[in-house]
């Protein structure tokens, strides 16, 4: 079962600051019979904005060295956030690519650091495997109907883009995580500026947090229960930023937000309490009592 | 007057994913869904990406340049016709502007967390704590180790 063995990368955002992501990710991925193995060698992936713009050549020798922890554990990445995912499969496509020699030069760097790279690292984020796996696997795992739950998703822009790097959906059309939360029994809504940018990456706060507010305005507009995100980053613009967004702006929105691995925790009966759902700064309580929580 | 300088999009060209910046024709694709173009009058991808060609993009990695206002939405990129990857344009701006020493404060606190603790993330106390009442391991990075002589592009 050599597919279904996954060596964890965490990053930074989800150990450090959301753990309860982490929990909620490593509950339902047991439930579904994949296996996580684990490596203490990795650092930051490193984060695609702020290193990246601050020096490629770090961001990919960083990233590359992290792929080499891999590829020395003989196994395939499993992420739980876009900035890693963006990061470490933009990263093997560059050394895949090797324009310019690149290669040579980071494989160098490598042996200088103890590491060596030869392309065979595989990145996966969770929910790409989560949308790829068997209709009946995943059905078998969910004990709790969700009700018509309805979910706005936010994929994420490095979820999605560029898609001829990243390789998981429709860069403006995505089908695939809605086909997902429509098996758990959750109902996805479509709304205005569906795969618009939640704005975190925006040096300026106040046009940062407008770009999440105009999503969280849309999504209520259609009467959606909560976000549904993908990536850590994202998480804390909708949730955080909800606090922010009512002090900073004065719009106040009430909108529980979650990542794909707690809907799917919560849809596999894990009791809520046990989730440690209570840190999000929007209280996920309506949305337990819509599930019948 | 603006200093036009050809050897500006020499420097570019170390970024290899913006190799594509000459085949910009201009068209404004990459502008009519740019989130950061919609609020800032000042930013503008195709202007970047020209003034770039053009060589007067020295304003733009200057400290306090529009540049950091993109939100990295990559739609830019999906978008443009002429594979011209704006937002990579703007990336390599912004790797200029940093080894200028002209980034905004946060990006260099960032970029020396990474290389001094291997994370963005200091791990305190309260978070392991956190942790162990979640009935998690306690986590942390493993320490790097970055040759003095990588990441020299860019000059
Ligand atoms: S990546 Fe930047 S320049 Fe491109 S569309 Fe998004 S915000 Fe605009
Ligand atoms: S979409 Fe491409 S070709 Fe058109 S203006 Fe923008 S960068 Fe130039």
Redesign the interface.
Known sequence: MAEDAYLLFLGCMIPLRHPQIELAARKSMENLGVSLRESSEFTCCPEPWNMKASSLEKWLLIAARNLAVAEKEGSQLLTLCNGCFSTLTEASHLLAQNKGGIKEKVVKDLSSMGFSYSGKTSVHHVAQVLCGMEEKRVLASAKKELGGLKVALHHGCHLLRPSEILGFDDPFEPRLLEEFVRRLGAEPVAYRGYTDCCGRATLNRDASLEMAEQKLSAMEKEDADCVVVACPACFEQFDLGQVEISRRLGKNHQLPVIHICQLLALAQGEPPESLGLERHKIAIKPLLAKIGE | MTKVNPQFAKKMSQ???ALDVRYCFGCSACVAEC??AL??KEFNPREIVISTLLGVAENLIEADSVI????????C??RCPQNV?PVDVI??L??IS??AGN??E???S??KA??EN???????EA?QK??A?????A????T????E??????E
């Open positions: 970024v290899e994913s989130p950061a609020r800032f950091w206002q993109c939100a990295t939405c990559y739609k990129y999906e990857h990336t390599a912004k790797n940093f080894a980034a905004p946060g990006v260099s960032l970029h990474v290389l291997g994370s963005i993330i200091a791990p305190s978070i956190r942790r009442k979640l009935g998690l391991p986590f942390s990075h493993a790097l180790h970055v040759p002589a990588s990441g020299k592009g860019g």
